[in-house]
């Protein structure tokens, strides 16, 4: 990265870079604080227990299906 170094007497006050380094360092960074909070979240204790990804789209609408009910067993699970 090549960068332009502004001077206001004899400080060194801003830093001028190509346009492309600025996008790229500004999805650097958003990738480093969405890793931050993936971390975070992942050490909450009430985020230990997951749930699949049907029961999580039926929830949010996003399907026809009701969620299951984990805890309930299933003619399957019975069976089993």
Known sequence: MKAQIIENHGKKEFAVIPYKDYLRMQEELEDYHDLRE????KGDSKNKQG???DVVAAEL???QKKPNNPLKP???SAAA
Do not use: Q, W
């Not at 993936?38 to 979240?41: G, N, Q, S, T, V």
């Open 38 to 41: 993936l971390r975070k979240a």
């Open 51 to 53: 749930r699949s990804f």
């Open 61 to 63: 609408g996003l399907t």
């Open 74 to 76: 299933t003619a399957k």
